[in-house]
């Protein structure tokens, strides 16, 4: 056992315990997909290994205390117990790690809603978009670099092209630009792949803005990540 010790996924009467077998110097995650909570560590920030399985939590996700203001349900917080550590490096939104589309910061003329009680981004039409916060591509600490783009979407209809933009549509850079074409039906999500056009950003607003001039619904979206290494199935 090292001097970390344990890492451990608790809640509620659920707990999952893993030793750690790496040196003092980890990296820690964690994945919320909805009322699904996963925990991982790192010895590299890039191989990630998941402590016991994902968490159900929608017990505090429904929790309505009128005492209590929403915020105390599910913020992201980083605490030691029963020992000393340090944190170097804190990241809030990962780049490389999957985005809920359903979540934006601020969005213009786009919405959420469940499908299937999965939740995703809908009604989006021409010139709508949606701006993520807290976005981190990489920095000195965080030593990675994004080479292209997975877009997870669904379209019954011709499709549109999603122009990305880090900081503002006006003032800001594009950085790629996905088309998503017709995938059978609303209900059918692909994985589109896209080179990135300008790398080498740091954190940032990250802001999803769609073009085709046409009054139909373009398509919706599910999640979207950054890639190192464009994926060779893109090109098959």
């Known amino acids: 056992m090292s001097d970390i010790g344990l890492f451990a996924s608790v809640f509620?009467?659920?707990?999952?315990v893993v030793e750690n077998t790496m040196a003092d110097t980890?990296?820690?995650?964690?994945?919320r997909v909805n009322h699904s909570i996963g925990g991982y560590f790192s010895s590299n920030g890039a191989d990630w290994i998941q402590v016991g399985q994902n968490v159900n939590i929608?017990?505090?996700?429904?929790?309505?205390?009128?005492?209590?203001?929403?915020?105390?349900?599910?913020r992201q917080g980083l605490y030691v117990q029963g020992t000393s550590a340090y944190f170097n490096l804190y990241i809030y939104r990962d780049a490389y790690s999957p985005i809920l589309a359903e979540c934006p910061a601020n969005q213009f003329g786009t919405t959420r809603t469940l499908q299937s009680s999965s939740p995703v981004l809908d009604n989006?039409?021409?010139?709508?978009?949606?701006?993520?916060?807290?976005?981190?591509?990489?920095?000195?600490?965080?030593?990675?670099?994004?080479?292209?783009?997975?877009?997870?979407?669904?379209s019954a209809t011709n499709g549109g092209v999603v122009e990305v933009y880090i900081d503002s549509i006006d003032a800001g850079r594009k950085i790629a630009e996905c088309t998503v074409t017709n995938t059978g039906s609303w209900t059918t999500y692909?994985?589109?792949?896209?080179?990135n056009i300008n790398s080498g950003i740091r954190q940032s607003r990250c802001v999803l803005a769609v073009?085709?001039?046409?009054?139909d619904k373009l398509f919706m979206?599910?999640?979207?990540?950054?890639?190192?290494?464009?994926?060779?199935?893109a090109y098959l």
């Open 124 to 154: 989006i039409y021409y010139n709508n978009w949606a701006l993520y916060a807290g976005v981190e591509f990489g920095n000195a600490n965080y030593q990675k670099s994004c080479d292209s783009l997975s877009i997870v979407a669904s």
């Open 12 to 16: 509620d009467t659920v707990k999952y």
């Open 211 to 215: 073009y085709r001039l046409v009054y």
């Open 190 to 195: 692909k994985n589109i792949f896209c080179k």
């Open 26 to 31: 980890v990296w820690l995650k964690m994945v």
């Open 58 to 74: 929608s017990t505090i996700d429904s929790y309505s205390d009128p005492n209590f203001a929403v915020w105390e349900g599910t």
């Open 221 to 233: 979206l599910q999640s979207f990540l950054l890639l190192e290494v464009y994926p060779l199935l």
